[in-house]
């Protein structure tokens, strides 16, 4: 599976950005999709993740009402929409496949490419 995160960029607090994920030869042993990041000298961080099927997504509590995952299956694409970014919410964002939503959550996950920067300026 080849992960390509695009989207990032520079953004004033309370902006929006809109990060995409295309996902080539994805693995049907994966369940699921999702977002987590890492900052400067901080661990990875769960974001959002969302299931290929249904409805099922979660949220990590930092982001929960400011960001949304989708995604488009057609296209093996997920997205994830940032509003009202805040500093903190500096970091560079990887997509990654999961087994489970919940697995997500743990961090677990399969693999991941090349993450966007995201920077939020104060």
């Given amino acids: ?36 990041r890492r900052a400067p000298g901080k661990d ?35 997205y994830l929409q940032m509003n009202s970014l805040k500093p903190e919410d500096t970091a560079v964002y990887y997509c990654a496949p999961t087994r489970t939503v919940a697995a997500a959550t743990r961090n677990e996950y399969e693999h991941w490419g090349q993450g966007t920067q995201v920077t939020v300026s104060s």
């Fill in 44 to 78: 990875r961080e769960f974001v959002a993740a969302i299931r290929w099927s249904g409805s099922s997504t979660s949220y990590a509590e930092s982001v929960r009402g400011r960001f949304t995952i989708s995604r488009d299956n057609a296209k093996n694409t997920v």
């Fill in 1 to 36: 599976v080849q992960l390509q995160a695009s989207g990032g960029g520079l953004v004033q607090a309370g902006g929006s950005l809109r990060l995409s994920c295309a996902a080539s030869g994805r693995t049907f042993s994966s369940a699921a999709m999702a977002w987590f």
